[in-house]
């Protein structure tokens, strides 16, 4: 298997269907990743990101283009492409345990009991979950119901972990200490990750390559830049490093100066065409 080729995709398309016709959300997406690469997707709100997401998880099909997973099209969801949301979907009647467990009944046949015990505990222990295991989720708080998430999702075994935005509800305190725990169990495991944030610093840190997105409609990759810093990685020694801060203003630079968000203009069009139509139609009754 060529690992440079492990997960590639070729000009991904998507145009959805509107009541005003096909709006594109994205074109021309091309990207390879190489096996246990950490990639972040980063891009302003409503480039595409999301949907460049559910394209990989095969909950979306591409509507040009697509997506080879070792040498596999992806055409659907599947247990080795494990997805996290942001709100960690737990369901709310079972124990941390049992969410953990049914994924791996549902993913990996030929475990008895006993095998089947461990290696939920394994997956719990990744996410230093195993004091909370008989909890439900609504005793639990978000941090917790995302290691969860987390832990559901790496004992399917994936090859492919896709993350949108998986700590995003979540306090910096919190938040910080997630990062640190993906960052040891990707160091371990060695899953190919993406993960889309919002953070740069989060993107800087966790990252071998961050993708950035121009603003759509029509999104597409815009630049992508490699993180090489050396692994393990810790955010109060980088915090004075001249190449960690070299790729924070890279970043920044893309978002804020490159593809500075020009929705607000478009915005302020529409609620000025509005206000018009108002005072308009505000005239017209008064009359
Ligand atoms: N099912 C759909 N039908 C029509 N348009 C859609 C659909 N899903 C997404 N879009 C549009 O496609 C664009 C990209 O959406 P997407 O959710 O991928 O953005 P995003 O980068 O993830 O944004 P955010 O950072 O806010 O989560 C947006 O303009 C969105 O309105
Ligand atoms: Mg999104």
Same mark, same amino acid.
């Given at each position: 298997m060529d690992i440079d080729n492990h997960l590639e995709l070729t000009q991904v398309g998507m145009k959805f269907p509107t009541p005003k016709g096909d709006f594109?959300?994205?074109?021309?997406?091309n990207l390879r990743i190489k096996k246990g690469e950490f990639i972040s997707l980063i891009g302003?709100?409503?480039?595409?990101k999301s949907t460049v997401l559910n394209v990989v998880a095969g909950l979306y099909k591409a509507t040009d283009g697509g997506v080879i997973l070792d040498n596999t099209e992806v055409n659907e969801p599947g247990p080795e492409r494990a997805v996290v949301f942001?709100?960690?979907?737990? &369901? *709310?009647?079972?124990s941390v345990y049992k969410n953990v467990e049914l994924a791996v009944k549902q993913t990996r046949q030929g475990r008895n009991k006993a095998e089947m015990r461990a290696w939920v505990e394994h997956n719990l222990e990744l996410v230093h979950m195993t004091h909370a295991?008989?909890? &439900? *989720?609504?005793?639990?708080s978000g941090g917790m119901k995302q290691r969860v998430g987390i832990a559901r999702a790496l004992a399917m075994e994936p090859k492919v972990l896709l993350m949108d935005?998986?700590?995003?509800?979540?306090?910096a305190l919190t938040r910080a200490h997630l990062q640190d725990s993906l960052m040891e169990i990707h160091a371990e495991l060695g899953n190919t990750v993406i993960m889309i944030t919002h953070d740069v610093d989060e993107a800087v840190l966790l990252s071998d390559r961050i993708v950035m997105m121009t603003n759509?409609?029509?999104?597409?990759?815009g630049e992508i830049l490699d993180v090489d810093l050396p692994r393990p990685r810790n955010r109060i020694t980088l915090a004075d490093d001249p190449a960690y801060n070299h790729c924070r203003h890279e970043v920044l630079s893309f978002l804020?100066?490159?593809?500075?968000?020009?929705e607000n203009v478009a915005d302020h069009q529409k609620k000025r065409e509005s206000a018009t139509e108002e005072k308009a139609k505000d005239a017209s009754s008064a009359a």
């Open positions: 594109v959300a994205l074109t021309d997406v302003h709100s409503g480039c595409g942001q709100n960690h979907s737990l &369901l *709310p009647w079972l295991k008989d909890k &439900l *989720p609504s005793e639990i935005e998986p700590f995003g509800a979540l306090d759509g409609p029509s999104a597409t990759i804020y100066e490159k593809q500075r968000k020009v």
